[in-house]
C-alpha cells in the first residue's frame, strides 16, 4: 500500500467518522422537532379548552378574542431593523442597537395567525 493510498483510507475514516456524527446530529434534532411538535399540540388542545370553558361560563365571543389578540400582538409589535436586522419587541422610532430609523409602517412579525 502506497503512501497516498493510506493518507486516501485516513481521509475516507475520517469522512464517514464525520457522516456518522452528522447523521446522530440530525438524529436528534428530528426528535427534539417531534418533542416541540408534540408540545404545541397539548398547548393548542388546552388554548382550544380553555376559550370552549371561557365561552359557556363568561358569554365571550369570538369577536372578542380576535381584538384581545390583537391588543396583545400590537403591543408586542416586532421590528427588524433593515440596516443591522436585529428584532426589536417595542414600537421605537430607532434601532436600539444602530440608530437606524424605522418606517413609519414597520413591518411586523404577527404572533398571532388567527
Ligand atoms: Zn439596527
Excluded at 21 to 42: C, D, F, G, N, P
Excluded at 51 to 79: P, V
Excluded at 97 to 114: D, K, L, N, R
Aim: proline share 3%; aromatic share 4%.
Amino acid at each position: 500500500m502506497s503512501l497516498y493510498d493510506i493518507r486516501q483510507n485516513q481521509r475516507i475514516s475520517k469522512a464517514q467518522t464525520e457522516n456518522k456524527r452528522t447523521a446522530r446530529t440530525v438524529q436528534e434534532s428530528q426528535e427534539s422537532i417531534e418533542e416541540l411538535r408534540q408540545s404545541v399540540q397539548k398547548l393548542s388542545l388546552a388554548c382550544q379548552a380553555m376559550w370552549q370553558l371561557l365561552q359557556t361560563t363568561s358569554g365571550l365571543s369570538e369577536q372578542d378574542l380576535l381584538e384581545a389578540l390583537q391588543n396583545i400582538e400590537d403591543k408586542n409589535a416586532a421590528q427588524n431593523c433593515v440596516k443591522c436586522g436585529r428584532v426589536q419587541q417595542s414600537k421605537k422610532p430607532h434601532c436600539l442597537y444602530c440608530g437606524t430609523p424605522f418606517p413609519e409602517e414597520a413591518s411586523t412579525i404577527s404572533c398571532f395567525q388567527v
